[in-house]
């Protein structure tokens, strides 16, 4: 294991400085029939190494008019990250719900992970009274959590 490797992993597994930023916005990104567009798939594509050198986990929902995030990592880590979210303009009316210490990680396996409103996905939205085109205005934190790892559990079974 070279030291970049090492110094990732133990950013990964220390917790004396986790944050957790969970934040939703805005798109105007044409989704086809199945709830999907390329952009989701290039933000990954850029998401998982720069986090994994971030030190950051998270997980992004892309609805079919929004997007909601949870990233979790080092505090300074995550300053910088959201500071090149923000602005990105692929959304807009970002608002953040959530911006606090946490003494564990929600998503410990995945650097960045999208779910994405297809068919299938549509009874975790519908279950937990998620709409896919509305804003989810006044959700709880927890409301977005419940949401995430669900995805991610279904993205686990179907990947």
Known sequence: MDRTTET????????????????????DLPCDADGFNPAFTAIEQVAVPRNGDLGVTGFLICARAWFAQVIEGPAASIEQLYALIEPDPRHHSVQVVEHVAADRRLFPDWHMAIGHASPQAGMVFATLDFS???TPQGRLPSDFHDLATDLAALKRLTD
């Open 8 to 27: 990732r992993d133990a950013r990964m597994s220390d917790t004396t400085d986790l944050m957790r930023l969970t934040y939703f916005s805005r798109h």
């Open 132 to 134: 896919e085109v509305e």
